[in-house]
């Protein structure tokens, strides 16, 4: 992910117009960031976490965006691999609070 934050908006500003209009489109975008290691993952994480689509077998997008969250900022919300949908829940919820007191990655 390269490019200013600026840049790393817009990108997630596409993927929100994507999301709404084209899934797939939507779907190759987040795919192409989620990998990257760097702290401005978190605007993507920002929008993934409220999808509660599946990504995989048992793991929704949200659940990826938790991980994200958790490995960008190095803070341990309690995201493990094999966890219930629940158990996940509670991870992706002190997520969601660790980015609404952190609005800059």
């Known amino acids: 992910m390269f490019g200013e934050d ?44 409220n999808d509660t689509d599946l990504a995989q077998p048992n793991w929704r997008i949200c659940d990826l965006a938790t991980m994200l969250v958790q490995s960008a900022s190095g803070v341990d919300f309690g995201l493990k691999d094999k966890q219930t949908t629940d158990e996940r829940d509670v991870a992706m919820k002190k997520a969601k609070v660790w980015l609404a007191k952190n609005p800059n990655p």
């Open 6 to 49: 600026n840049d790393i908006e817009h990108l997630v500003g596409l993927m929100e117009t994507a999301n709404k209009s084209d899934h797939q489109r939507y779907t190759m975008l987040w795919n192409s960031c989620i990998y990257a290691s760097t702290p401005r993952v978190i605007f993507v994480a920002r929008l993934l976490i």
